[in-house]
């Protein structure tokens, strides 16, 4: 079973637009009563090298080491993508507890009921 804060090698593909694309980690962000479900998908975030992206709210930065990654990455929260469960197959680590609340904080940044005042 995948569990929430774990980061996998996935597959995007070719690029397309502003889509991932490409092999790159992704952290799965659903929470582990829906990953144990017969479900066959799965909620996550992609991760970047693009250290720029460090500046978007609610994105984070992570350490070259932490959840074993090879170098500094940031965990881009404003793009959540579903895929299917059986693509979690190459298992690169897991983030810590304060970690996975940081990026829950931050997609909830995207998420929550805001206006726009004009």
């Known amino acids: 079973m995948v569990k929430q804060g774990e980061l996998y090698w996935i597959d995007f593909g070719h690029p397309g637009g502003s889509e991932a ?9 659903q929470n582990n009563i829906f990953n144990a479900t017969r479900v066959n998908t ?9 250290l720029k992206r460090k500046e978007v ?14 170098k500094e990455s940031v965990i881009n929260t404003t793009q959540l993508y ?3 469960k059986h ?10 507890e304060r970690r996975i609340k940081e990026v829950i904080k931050g997609i909830y ?5 805001k206006e726009i005042f004009e």
Request: net charge positive.
């Open 57 to 70: 709210p609610g994105c984070v930065l992570l350490k070259k080491g932490e959840a074993n990654l090879s």
């Open 82 to 84: 579903t895929i299917n």
């Open 87 to 96: 693509e979690c197959i190459e298992k690169i680590g897991r983030l810590s």
């Open 109 to 113: 940044l995207l998420i929550e009921p």
């Open 42 to 50: 799965v909620v996550g975030c992609i991760l970047t090298s693009n």
């Open 21 to 29: 694309a490409f092999k790159r980690p992704f952290l799965i962000i």
